[in-house]
């Protein structure tokens, strides 16, 4: 099926993990800008979302069998037997919703026909996600706009919408990635603590996100789902709590994931059995203080941090994670 590994830059990508052999795609958070290319056999991407002088890290994605991968306009994909990795970056403009609709529509047209039906995780990497476009719009809510757009001209993803991250980035434009599956049963999952994204009311945006708070992707009858949590932060209902406060913000997100956790697999799961975290901080001298919550919070779990702008500038801290179906090393 798939599974993911997260490493340090300054690391060889190890033995693929269990029950993935073949290299899918590898996506570099490095201090470079923005690329997207195909290397040998798999998808190379470049996401700048690390600052001068720091590593960055490499989340490789893996699959059981040898992928296609090619290029299809400026999508580029790599096609298991069940699962699809799509990628695409869109260069700087002033305002993005109308390219943001066409590069997500290109990407939903190339996904239904090769048979890819449910949209599994998205991850939407936006340069100045606070700052204004031209016409006064927060970048976010101009992204959000076309992403929605695009997927309510696809009502099979509309009514589907998989877990996600939007987040700012050290680079310039937008780039996303994707994960799709053919019939894999995948279960998308809220959060009772809070509204639903895309039913968050007009004071955020003329549109809403277009994201569920996670995914469960049940590979393989009678084993336990591989659950993919969206970036968390502390909202509740649709209301950020705790503005100016790092460790009740950390400590919210905390709870948000492990509502989600609680909602997939019952007790038998909690959040020390998360596998791959990735926590985002907006200010550089918080990072210190998350390395070390989510150290102590998720376990063993592969993490990276990076320092960049989130979605709504009252938030200091998201955090993401995968339980179950990824082989992970720090
Ligand atoms: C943190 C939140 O949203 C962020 C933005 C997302 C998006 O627009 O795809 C998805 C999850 C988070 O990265 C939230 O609304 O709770």
Redesign the pocket.
Known sequence: MISSTLHSCTEEDAAPPPGGAFRMAAVEFRSAPASLELGEGHVAMTVPMARPGEPGHRETWWCEEPPEIGAAGGIRFALGDEVAFCAATIEHRSVYAPVVERRYREVFDFLEGHGYRRLLRVW?FIETINAANADGLEVYRDF?KGRSDAFAAHPEFYNSMPA????GTTGSGISFFLLAVKDTEVRHIENRRQTP?YRYPERYGPRS?S?ARATAMTARRGEPPTLFV????S?LGHETVFEGDIEKQCATTADNIAELIANCYGPSKALADVDTVKAYVRHAHHVPFVQAFCEATFGGAALAVFNVDI?RGD?LV?IEAVVGGAAVRV
């Open positions: 939407n959000c996600a991250t939007g987040i994204a996100p994201f969206s970036g968390t932060a909202i979605c938030l998201e």
